[in-house]
């Protein structure tokens, strides 16, 4: 039998069996580089995927929009008041290899450019009018981060104070006024009870001295009241007229 050796081109199919590779699958909220030899050659669409050689391999960002919560930090209000403050910010990579190549670590550029600007928002605002400029104070702080972490790939959705907690100090200062503002309302409510009151009396006593007619009228009111609560009568014949005696 006459065996003679078998030679392959590159395109054979024994040839290629022999390069490494393997398989990776892309998901949709996933956004896949593809690096071959240190340097990015694309971005890789969803689904299944084969990459040939040993220095070929794939970067996944996440392209999905993510939460960053920053934890409770004491901060000094414009009129010198200290709280703490904790924030949210609603974030999203739009280009993610300026995500990777243009800052070593974009989550740790987020978080600190966040904290700057919740300290910002608290120095610029006194402590009375920190809930009621919420909308406002988030707006400055999403045009605050977004002008940092523009250049890394990154967009800002969203940066929102959710909790303004006053020291313990702050808070018994502010119970202490709010104390005071309702015993100011209390004793305001009061004195205008009382001049009604005198109002009322004054009134009363100009008509009868206008009309002496009701004064007679009231005086048989109370005699009335006086015989059915069982007081004793006596008919007295001066002017006055009828009086109830004491019981």
């Known amino acids: 039998m006459n065996?003679?050796?078998?030679?392959y081109t590159r395109t054979s199919r024994p040839m290629l069996r022999l390069l490494p590779w393997r398989t990776v699958v892309i998901n949709e909220h996933e956004f896949a580089l593809h690096y071959r030899d240190g340097h990015c050659v694309g971005q890789l669409p969803t689904g299944?995927?084969?990459?040939?050689?040993r220095h070929s391999?794939?970067?996944?960002?996440?392209?999905?929009?993510?939460l960053l919560d920053i934890p409770a930090q004491e901060l000094a209000t414009a009129d010198g008041v200290t709280l703490k403050v904790t924030a949210q910010v609603a974030w999203q990579i739009m280009d993610?290899?300026?995500?990777?190549?243009?800052?070593?670590?974009?989550?740790?550029?987020?978080?600190?450019a966040a904290q700057q600007a919740v300290r910002a928002a608290a120095a610029a605002h006194p402590l009375a009018?920190?809930?009621?400029?919420?909308?406002?104070?988030a707006q400055s702080m999403r045009e605050c981060i977004s002008v940092t972490v523009q250049g890394i790939g990154l967009t800002i959705h969203e940066a929102v104070l959710k909790d303004v907690m006053p020291?313990?100090?702050?808070?018994?200062?502010?119970a202490a006024v709010a104390f005071a503002k309702q015993e100011a309302l209390a004793s305001l409510e009061k004195a205008r009870?009382?001049?009604?009151?005198l109002r009322a009396l004054a009134n009363a006593a100009r008509l009868m001295k206008e009309q002496p007619e009701l004064a007679q009228v009231r005086g048989l009111q109370i005699l009335s009241e006086g015989l059915r609560a069982g007081a004793s009568v006596v008919v007295n014949t001066n002017a006055t007229g009828l009086l109830p005696a004491a019981r």
Do not use: C
């Open 167 to 174: 020291s313990a100090e702050t808070r018994k200062a502010m």
């Open 96 to 112: 993610p290899l300026a995500a990777i190549t243009r800052d070593a670590d974009h989550h740790q550029t987020l978080y600190a």
């Open 57 to 66: 391999y794939v970067v996944s960002l996440d392209r999905r929009r993510q």
């Open 193 to 197: 009870g009382e001049q009604a009151a």
């Open 129 to 137: 009018s920190i809930n009621a400029q919420r909308s406002a104070i």
């Open 3 to 7: 065996h003679q050796p078998q030679f």
């Open 48 to 53: 299944l995927h084969r990459l040939w050689g």
